[in-house]
């Protein structure tokens, strides 16, 4: 047998395992050189491989010539507002650059740590994302922050804020995350998009130990080694750490081409286990401490130490410092750890098993009478091994609300454990079942929880707790797309049952939404409505008062009295004041609320009130998150941000049978999802993706009616379609079905589609269906009790039928002053159209030219074309007569008209928002002009741009 060198080869790095986020990173890293961004997420525990996958990541990054910035956030980063950020970019470090120094001009005179809401803050912040444009402008940047769990509020701001526009510049993006693996991951309702990923670092396998500890050891492990090493539980740093010690106490030979330890037991080898507990003689009074943690858990706090043991927490730091110093724990936030699991393993198993379970069961008990963390007291009850005491019903029913909140999957298996000991009639049966119904519900399986909660019912005596568990079974029941059988429930329910007041109001409003969404229409919902609100206000339900007014919002909308729709969305906000465990419906009142004033053509307060909802969007989840995409989405297409319309569909659910949205029916978030993305595919002339969308409907049920609203994009897209093949007559044929949906029928609006309707009937010389539509915007018109979207709307088309351009550009001035961009675009070219038919030809130019912008900055490719199309059937080309010259490809001549004008506004000293705000663009947008004017000019920074500007003044 030979025996060989034991350690790896001098200097060399050891590096396995994460072949996918590897990829991912080089993925994101050849994506800069295409002028697009992305954005890395790492999450994991600490010593699990983050910082060595950034290190990684900015080598190669450097090596492709990229910019790249790093940082490393602490515990002091939450006192410096934009501290992060400040040293990530050097603004200190580099005063020799003038964007930098202006930063820093900017905060001298400031205290060091100036509050967070100053002016000079806010200028500060807006200065950071400008120099990163700056950066972006000039060649691919990177900027990394490692343990960005501490990053502080003010640049976390920022950092999303430029996570927003990473898909329009060559930046990108990378935070490392400390994770405690002892609560569940939850990943962020943005991840996982094409450019936004999260990189959850999960442990090494058995298979990518062996090959780390071959590495360190320069052999593979042998089986008992293999073992042992798996205390280290994949962590590559306590696995560096374990080859340490075996190495430096010689606790390993290599035998056969095997790396093993020289004893072979199923106990931690006692050489090893004494090497790695060497530590304890440093401080040799804290035995009884550290074996008490030991049972904590890896990770304890010093608050529930102090408590298991009965000693302030004052007479226990000494102890705890020295085993700090002792390497023996580490603090990790707010928590303390082990600096090795070996180390806790070893105390652990020094105590014998039927004493440990019992040690268990007394700290879950003395935490549980000291309200400490449910959490805490949970993982000590899961360690007894059981839960038959006296105490731990009580305890559960007073506790499973904050615990399944925490961790919903560890309050199913003990509520499961506990609900399986108790007997049928104990008191404590229903309250459990409620909670454990509601746990798997938190973890979206619905199909269970439906279950449970009809199990609880079937044993259920206590009205509470019956009514309770019907609103449960209900939701999962809707929630998992099986609509019909919780409004045939509710029906049964409400009629045969006595159901106590909080609960019959809550399980009307339900059954409201869902009536509405279904057969029974706008008329049975408002009835069931006014009923649930009442049932609410008697009770003091603040939960049925709120359901309830949602409903009252989606029928006065559908009776096109905004107003009033308007109100009701409000008073259920106001209603879930103090109520935070109710998001989802917060979500809804907030989507009602946003298409009420959308449809009172209050724009910008439409997008103003989806900006200010991120504390609600924090709590919202499941079917919440859909909800808001779909508003979003139909609030950014008319507002002419079409990118971030298609990404707030991201989470929306492509089953054309699941759950019920608010303001829309069955069917309708799948259809608005195809809808939206077919008829912006189709616009931008993207033809691969339009044909993907415009593909035959899902498989919905025939006794199914869909929201007219989503199912109106999907008939403008096919509309749209068939006018791009040169087949006008079928596009209007197609949007000619809309001519039944009037506003007494309770169906969605379809006037938006009209206008187009009148164009393509018109091409067609279909002068019957011109006279249709044009008659039914005059119905939608008058159906609003206050004058809104319908009424602009029927002056546009009025204007487009009659060949009149006055209501055109009445329409149009009402369009740039309140927001929609979108239709702002169509009304200038319509007006440009008639206008050239009126021999009006420079203000026929004028309309088209400021139409066509508008429509390239969305890139409306199609729209563009068809604007161009239309004018020279009428014998008008944009621009001067004669040949077109060609534009020349670089210098000041190259640049775009948009193009100049934001290089003027750089030259005055503006920044990218004041820019955006006065040109009406997107800063994402105002950013794309700067780095397409960089790239023309050949220059590198704004500054270079405002000389330029000077310079050629008076050849603008």
Request: charge should be neutral.
């Amino acid at each position: 047998m030979g025996m060989l060198r034991i350690g790896p080869e001098s200097g060399s790095e050891v590096w396995v395992g994460r072949e996918r986020e590897l990829s991912l990173a080089q993925t994101a890293l050849t994506r800069l050189a295409r002028g697009t961004g992305s954005v890395l997420r790492l999450a994991g525990e600490p010593g699990i491989g983050k910082t060595s996958l950034l290190t990684i990541t900015a080598r190669a990054a450097a090596g492709r010539g990229y910019q790249v910035f790093h940082a490393v956030a602490d515990q002091l980063s939450h006192q410096l507002p934009l501290s992060v950020l400040l040293a990530c970019l050097g603004v200190r470090q580099r005063p020799d650059d003038p964007s930098r120094a202006e930063i820093t001009q900017t905060l001298v005179g400031q205290p060091p740590a100036f509050p967070a809401t100053g002016s000079a803050l806010a200028a500060v912040a807006e200065m950071l994302v400008s120099l990163v444009g700056d950066l972006c402008a000039a060649g691919p940047t990177v900027l990394i922050v490692d343990d960005a769990h501490w990053m502080d509020e003010a640049s976390t701001v920022v950092w999303r804020r430029l996570a927003a526009s990473v898909e329009h510049l060559p930046l990108l993006l990378v935070a490392a995350h400390s994770q405690d693996p002892s609560r569940p991951a939850r990943t962020p309702a943005n991840a996982g998009r094409g450019h936004e990923h999260l990189l959850s670092l999960v442990p090494l396998d058995e298979a990518e130990v062996s090959q780390l500890l071959a590495g360190l050891l320069g052999a593979p492990p042998g089986p008992t080694l293999s073992r042992w090493s798996g205390a280290a539980v994949g962590n590559p740093l306590y696995l560096r750490e374990l080859a340490d010690v075996l190495v430096r106490e010689d606790l390993v030979q290599v035998v056969a081409g095997h790396a093993d330890l020289r004893d072979d037991d199923d106990r931690i080898p006692p050489a090893l286990t004494a090497a790695l507990t060497s530590r304890l003689g440093l401080v040799p009074d804290a035995g009884d401490v550290l074996r008490t943690a030991a049972l904590l858990g890896t990770e304890f706090t010093v608050t529930d130490l102090s408590v298991v043991l009965g000693r302030p927490v004052r007479v226990l730091a000494d102890v705890v410092q020295r085993a700090v110093t002792a390497r023996i724990l580490a603090g990790s936030g707010e928590r303390m750890t082990f600096c090795h699991p070996l180390i806790r393993q070893a105390l652990y198993d020094a105590v014998a098993l039927p004493l440990r379970r019992a040690l268990h069961l007394d700290l879950a008990r003395e935490l549980a009478a000291a309200a400490a963390e449910p959490l805490t007291v949970a993982h000590q009850l899961v360690a007894a091994g059981g839960v038959e005491n006296r105490w731990v019903p009580d305890w559960l029913q007073r506790s499973a609300h904050a615990l399944a909140d925490a961790d919903p999957g560890l309050t199913v298996r003990l509520l499961r454990a506990q609900l399986g000991q108790l007997p049928a009639q104990d008191p404590h049966q229903a309250s459990l079942s409620v909670a454990l119904a509601r746990s798997l519900q938190l973890l979206g399986r619905w199909e269970e929880a439906a279950d449970r909660a009809r199990e609880a019912l079937a044993s259920s005596t206590g009205l509470d707790a019956y009514g309770e568990l019907h609103w449960l079974l209900i939701r999962a029941l809707n929630n998992s797309g099986k609509t019909d059988e919780a409004e045939l429930i509710l029906r049964q329910v409400l009629t045969r049952q006595a159901i106590p007041e909080p609960w019959r109001g809550r399980l009307l409003g339900t059954l409201a939404l869902i009536s509405r969404a279904g057969a029974g229409g706008s008329n049975e919902a408002e009835i069931l409505a006014g009923e649930a609100l009442d049932a609410g206000r008697r009770s003091g339900d603040d939960c049925a008062i709120a359901g309830a007014s949602v409903v009252l919002s989606l029928t006065r909308s559908d009776r096109r009295d905004h107003p009033a729709a308007l109100r009701y969305a409000e008073q259920a906000l106001t209603a879930l004041v103090g109520h935070p465990d109710h998001p989802e419906l917060e979500m809804f009142a907030l989507h009602c609320r946003v298409v009420s004033l959308q449809n009172m053509a209050r724009w910008r307060e439409a997008d103003r009130v989806l900006r200010l909802s991120r504390e609600i969007r924090r709590r919202a989840h499941d079917v919440a998150a859909g909800s808001i995409g779909v508003t979003e989405a139909m609030l950014y297409y008319w507002l002419g941000r079409w990118d971030e319309a298609l990404t707030a569909l991201s989470p929306v659910a492509d089953d054309p049978c699941g759950p019920c949205y608010p303001g829309l029916h069955r069917g309708g978030p799948a259809l608005l999802r195809r809808g939206v993305t077919a008829l912006i595919a189709v616009r931008r002339d993207d033809r691969a993706l339009a044909e993907a969308h415009l593909r035959s409907d899902p498989d919905v049920p025939a006794d199914r009616s869909t929201d007219e609203d989503s199912e109106g994009f999907l008939l403008a897209a096919r509309a749209v379609h068939a006018e791009q093949q040169g087949e006008p007559e079928r596009g209007a044929a197609l949007l000619a079905t809309m001519l039944q949906h009037r506003p007494d029928s309770g169906a969605g609006p379809h006037h938006p589609w009209l206008a187009d309707l009148i164009r393509m009937a018109s091409a067609g010389t279909d002068s019957s269906t011109v006279t249709a539509a044009l008659e039914l915007t005059r119905v939608w018109a008058e159906a609003e009790e206050t004058p809104g979207r319908a009424a602009t709307m029927r002056q546009r088309c009025v204007g487009l039928a009659t060949e009149d351009p006055e209501p055109l550009r009445t329409a149009a001035q009402h369009y740039r002053s309140a927001g929609p961009r979108t239709e702002l675009a169509a009304t200038l070219e319509d007006l440009a159209v008639v206008l050239a038919g009126r021999g009006a030809t420079d203000e026929c130019r004028a309309a088209a030219t400021e139409a066509i912008d508008l429509y390239t900055r969305v890139g409306a490719t199609w729209d563009v074309r068809r604007t161009e199309a239309r004018l020279r059937g009428r014998g008008v080309r944009r621009g001067v007569s004669g040949p077109r010259a060609a534009r020349p490809v670089s210098g000041w001549a190259a640049l775009t008209a948009t193009e100049r004008r934001v290089a003027v506004l750089v030259a005055e000293g503006r920044s990218t928002p004041e820019i955006a705000a006065a040109m009406l663009l997107t800063r994402r947008t105002v950013q794309t002009h700067i780095s397409r004017a960089l790239h023309k000019l050949g220059l590198r920074s704004r500054n270079q741009i405002a000389r330029e500007a000077l310079r050629n003044a008076g050849s603008r």
